[in-house]
């Protein structure tokens, strides 16, 4: 329910208003209406003018701040963590308010810690401005719906069985998404790192597990006990993850022999900063040895500390590629005791299927009241995939994606990634329209045709958006 108090507001790893030595005392820019940038054009001989489109300009966002100390060295500590809280960025960076369920994308502009000797023992005062460049708020819930490509001409036939890329799979994690609590089958990483399980963000489930990484060139992670896997076997790995916009300079997946580190896959290039993404490598296990365990791992850079989060581990011997999560609670079954022991899915399971009737279509609905911005996953196998908005435009892409191959599109900024790294834009046929989430329902269709050697619905659309306002 939606309340007038301003609550809790997070920046980083620091945390204002209630329960905080940081208190709110006021605030402004936040519900404000950022400047007017009007497309208005005198009328030649008349009176008035021919009116155009209204566009705003950036948001500016004042806080101002309680310091609250126990004693005058413990002040000049809140003192000396705010200001290196607010160091100037190379990107914006979120400023949520947690009570309010909204947030926004900040950079620090200016920052006031004043001095006050005659009142300066345990109470002090500040006041920080943020320039938001983008000035939408957002919901703080990152919103998701996902739809297979509907093709005409393959047809469909039931009963739904498939083989192939439907084999049976098995998720050798023991503990993959901490839905009961932290057991023997998971272990933190890192003595600077601190981890704890969490229900306020999360990939699957209600949980997923937050490493605090306390200094600067530090490593902190999670490694998860799998079932052994025996020499010249091939383990993929993949894990969802979640990174700070700034403060990490690395994320590795490792394959390990209890406390040994057998190899090594960097997939930071992988992870799209401030969302959940999935990071996936694979390891052949070496003559003589054995891998019983799988880690995901950060560093911190120089800069100083840093916050992620992980969820959703995978790991399974052999394939093409990386399945499909699942464990014992989505889409498979657990093979001993559910969250601490491998979990299973039968052939043809990993298919994703729209509705009877309504293949290729998801609806997503943006509870704002501006219109949104979606970032658009594509999943191969498939070819010339298109988007349309029904009663809209089409996003068509000349295009071909190979199984395991992926695309993302950001229509914000209309960048197109493939593998979400390299530019593509030129794929963007001529006269595509990019789809926009009007507040309330908005319905898509996927579209897209088979590979060679790939027939059916294999391809995946995956529709990611915040709620979005002004």
């Known amino acids: 329910m939606a309340q007038q108090a301003l609550g809790r507001v997070q920046w980083g790893d620091l945390t204002f208003g209630p329960g905080s030595p940081y208190s709110v005392t006021a605030i402004e820019g936040l519900d404000d209406l950022p400047g007017i940038r009007s497309e208005d054009v005198e009328r030649p001989g008349q009176h008035g003018d021919y009116t155009g489109p209204d566009y705003t300009g950036p948001r500016t966002v004042q806080l101002k701040l309680g310091l609250r100390g126990e004693t005058p060295d413990d002040l000049r500590a809140l003192s000396i963590a705010l200001r290196n809280a607010t160091q100037p960025q190379r990107q914006p960076a979120p400023l949520q308010f947690l009570d ?4 926004v994308w900040g950079k620090v502009r200016k920052r006031n810690i004043p001095y006050d000797a005659e ?20 919901g703080l819930e990152e919103k998701s719906a996902s739809t297979a490509a509907y093709s005409p001409s393959a047809g469909r036939s039931y009963p739904l069985v498939y083989a192939g890329a439907g084999a049976a799979v098995r998720n050798l994690v023991l503990n993959p998404s901490f839905e009961e609590s932290f057991t023997t089958e998971t272990t933190g990483f890192g ?13 699957v489930g209600a949980y997923s597990v937050q490493h605090a990484i306390s200094l600067a060139s530090s490593q902190g992670g999670t490694s998860w006990n799998i079932e052994p896997v025996a020499a010249g076997n091939l383990v993929r790995f993949g894990v969802w993850v979640k990174i700070p916009v700034t403060g990490i300079s690395a994320l590795e997946l490792w394959w390990r022999n209890q406390t040994t580190t057998l190899g090594t896959v960097s997939v930071l290039a992988q992870a799209q900063p401030g969302v959940w993404t999935r990071v996936s490598g694979s390891f052949t296990v070496p003559a003589g040895q054995t891998v019983d365990r799988v880690s995901a791992v950060a560093t911190t850079s120089a800069a100083g500390a840093a916050t992620w989060w992980a969820d959703a581990a995978m790991a399974h011997v052999g394939g093409t590629t990386l399945a499909g999560y699942f464990d014992g609670a989505n889409g498979g079954t657990w093979e001993g005791t559910p969250n601490a022991s491998v979990s299973s899915r039968p052939a043809g399971s990993n298919r994703v299927y729209g509705s009877a009737g309504e ?27 298109a988007i349309e908005q029904l009663g809209g435009g089409i996003l068509t892409l000349d295009a071909t994606l190979q199984p395991g191959e992926y695309l993302l599109i950001d229509t914000r900024t209309r960048a197109v990634l493939f593998m979400g790294s390299t530019p593509r834009r030129t794929w963007v046929r001529a006269g595509s329209a990019w789809p926009l989430l009007y507040p309330g329902s908005n319905e898509l269709a996927y579209r897209g045709s088979a590979l060679p050697g790939a027939p059916g619905q294999s391809s995946l659309l995956t529709v990611t958006w915040r709620d979005t306002s002004l």
């Open 100 to 103: 309010q369920g909204i947030l």
């Open 119 to 138: 009142y300066l023992w345990r109470i002090g005062d500040a006041a920080l401005e943020l320039y938001c460049a983008d000035p939408y708020l957002y």
């Open 191 to 203: 003595s600077n790192s601190t981890r704890s399980r969490v229900s306020t963000d999360s990939y």
């Open 359 to 385: 293949s290729g279509r998801l609806t997503a609905v943006n509870d704002g009241a501006s219109p949104a911005y979606p970032v658009l996953r594509l999943d191969g196998p498939v070819a010339n995939p």
